[in-house]
């Protein structure tokens, strides 16, 4: 079965940066786009980054461009992403997608809090 697994959460100061890991299994990833999504207390979840297939291409959210990088490994079918200068804001549970057969798989997230 599809499983997805991230990992990388973590609190970090204002400024800082984290990298995220999302582990895939249970189908060929290299076969599918991933996305990374993220929600904050209260608020509804949202798309941060998308990756195709091969990596070729990929889409962020206006709020981090600029600041946060979707990469994969198709080799370990794993999919990241490398945030750089954090902000309070980006305070939330991060979690990886990957639609299979129209439906949608998550993972259980990670915590990523951002706070002096």
């Known amino acids: 079965q599809v499983q997805l697994v991230e990992s990388g959460g973590d609190l970090v100061q204002p400024g800082g940066s984290l990298r995220l890991s999302c582990a895939a299994s249970?189908?060929?990833?290299?076969?599918?786009?991933m996305s990374w999504y993220r929600q904050a207390p209260g608020k509804e979840r949202e798309l941060v980054a998308t990756?195709?297939?091969?990596?070729?291409?990929?889409n962020y959210a206006d709020s981090v461009k600029g600041r946060f990088t979707i990469s994969r490994d198709n080799a370990k079918n794993t999919v990241y992403l490398q945030m750089n200068s954090l902000k309070p804001e980006g305070t939330a549970a991060y979690y990886c997608?990957?639609?299979?057969?129209?439906?949608?798989?998550w993972g259980q997230g990670t915590q990523v809090t951002v706070s002096s």
């Open positions: 997608k990957v639609v299979r057969w129209g439906r949608h798989y």
């Open positions: 990756i195709t297939s091969a990596g070729g291409t990929t």
């Open positions: 249970g189908f060929t990833f290299s076969n599918y786009a």
